[in-house]
């Protein structure tokens, strides 16, 4: 499972740190900040394919299960943006809790 970034470095250190920051790519994703605030998210090719691969299998059921309950009302149900919404939140609030 993905895990919240940890690891934060200053864009200007990248510049001179450029080896040994792509090694702690190789550990776990790495936040690249410019004035302290987060500003892209460097992760190694094999994590990027990964994630890539998952959101295309998700998608796909998305989609999948969108066309069953539209075609079997009782098979799945649908849900409206707002449904979805509290239902996202109440899995990072539970996701929250067993990583706090």
């Known amino acids: 499972m993905m895990?919240?970034?940890?690891?934060?470095?200053?864009?200007?250190?990248?510049?001179?740190?450029?080896d040994s920051i792509l090694q702690l790519v190789d550990q776990a994703p790495v936040v690249l900040a410019q004035r302290r605030k987060p500003r892209a998210v460097l992760v190694n090719v094999d994590e990027w394919n990964a994630i890539?691969?998952?959101?295309?299998?998700?998608?796909?059921?998305?989609?999948?299960?969108?066309?069953?309950?539209?075609?079997?009302?009782?098979?799945?149900?649908?849900?409206?943006?707002?449904?979805l919404a509290a239902k996202l939140q109440q899995h990072e609030a539970g996701l929250q809790n067993v990583a706090g």
């Open 3 to 18: 895990q919240r970034v940890q690891q934060i470095v200053q864009i200007s250190h990248f510049r001179t740190e450029q």
């Open 52 to 83: 890539a691969d998952e959101l295309f299998r998700l998608r796909v059921l998305a989609e999948s299960r969108r066309i069953e309950g539209a075609s079997d009302p009782q098979s799945w149900p649908v849900l409206d943006e707002a449904e």
